[in-house]
Nanobody, 115 residues
Framework: QVQLVESGGGLVQPGGSLRLSCAASGSIFSPYVMAWYRQAPGKQRELVASNINGGRTNYADSVKGRFTISRDNAKNTVYLQMNSLKPEDTAAYYC?????????WGRGTQVTVSS
């Protein structure tokens, strides 16, 4: 069973930065996909950024140029550097990993952007 543990959420002012981390454990296989999703109150969960097999990355249009996903394969950890944060970035952020064709989710970490 794969466990995903997120950290790094919190309250930040508009224009500020946060860095989220997600560490995967419990499998001898490295995740093929590691990604971040977010869900704001009353909205559907949406993909923020993904990293496929430590290489190709993909971003939602709303975060391009502001967020950067990176991955440390040795640690099975994925990061999300979030800069120039806006109030509309406020949401619960969830880590997702795909390991041997199965999907796993973290419990989420809250990001609130407010003055």
């Amino acid at each position: 069973q794969v466990q995903l543990v997120e950290s790094g959420g919190g309250l930040v002012q508009p224009g500020g930065s946060l860095r989220l981390s997600c560490a995967a454990s419990g499998s001898i296989f490295s995740p093929y996909v590691m990604a971040w999703y977010r869900q704001a109150p009353g909205k559907q969960r949406e993909l923020v950024a993904s990293n496929i097999n430590g290489g190709r990355t993909n971003y939602a249009d709303s975060v391009k140029g502001r967020f950067t996903i990176s991955r440390d394969n040795a640690k099975n950890t994925v990061y999300l550097q979030m800069n120039s944060l806006k109030p509309e970035d406020t949401a619960a952020y969830y880590c997702h990993a795909q390991v041997v064709g199965r999907d796993y989710w973290g419990r989420g970490t809250q990001v609130t952007v407010s003055s």
